[in-house]
């Protein structure tokens, strides 16, 4: 991974080259391990313009841990702690590029507040700062295979989450109570934690968007909405499933499942190789608002996962861009009915052209409308 690593920093050492800045500091966290291959928390990496990956600094208040579960950081790279641990990294990358002859420097002005922003002027007054803007984030958007291997294996590990609560008792339990129970299920099973925080939603809170879990009790009758994810070498998926609790399902139920069933359907089925993300939404907000429930609905029908659980693209209604090959995002419409409940279907893929099969699933738990 070492030779990934670097081939990555001499891509954004390009885009700063080409940008006129003479060095570069990363330091949004996801960034910094996309480029590092993992990191203390709150270290920054600065790159350097014809200097040569060899002179790529990493800076960080502590020194790296050496646990396998944070990660193989590339050993090619440079490491500085800093004298005081209670510095400011970025702020001392500054100095250092400056130190090196350094005129410009390349900054993530997205991550930086602007007390920070002002103190990297401070300490290096000569230094322009430009903004990078998110040139490491467009690098991120298309994944190679070992990302994809990560994230496969992230879905495999909250598909087993998912299927071994449903095979337990569920009635008389409480939202909060699955929702810990998951969580703990995704550790054991190998992921480093939770991608995000379980959302379990039963009843009248069944259906909607990152709904917090409470101590409302599972009921015969109710529909339960599950939405979970695991994080796997810092990689995040993200799966969401609706049943129906102890008996058969009612009428009203069966038809708003099939509805949001085929909304997601429509969705998956249009993922390819060139499409615009916002036809991706509109393949799912057609089905549901030709149905009658256009107001209402999620601002998006989905979006990309990876290091992070929420990047681009976004599958929303003004969204710009293409999908290209090996983007992995959501795909995850739903109907919530106040007072009632609703649905949400939530699988995670990766784009792949036809000729490859077209998109791969890579949450696998059924979508059949199970009674459990």
Known sequence: MAEVHAARRDRLRERATAGGSAAALVSRPANVRYLAGTAPNGAVLLLGRDLGGGDDLLLCARAPSDEPADGRMDEALRVQVLDVPAGDPAVAAADVAAARGADSLAVEEHHLTVARHRALGSVAPRLRL???????????????EEEISCLRIAAEIADQALGELLESILVGRTERHLSLELERRLVDHG???????TSVGTGPNSGRVAHRPTDRRVEEGDFLSVCLGATYRGYRCEIGRTFVIG??????????YDLVFAAQ??????LAPGVECREVDRAARHVLDAAGYGDGLAPLTGHGVGLEIDEDPQLAPAAMGKLDTCVPVTVEPGVHLPGRGGVRIDDTLVVRPEADGGPELLTITTKELLAL
């Not at 359907?265 to 249009?270: D, P």
């Open 247 to 256: 008996t058969s399902p009612a009428d009203w139920q069966i038809e708003l």
């Open 130 to 144: 430009l903004d990078l803007n998110s040139g490491v984030e467009q690098l991120r958007l298309v994944k190679d």
């Open 265 to 270: 359907r429509a969705a998956r089925e249009s």
């Open 191 to 197: 992921a480093d934690g939770a991608a995000f925080p």
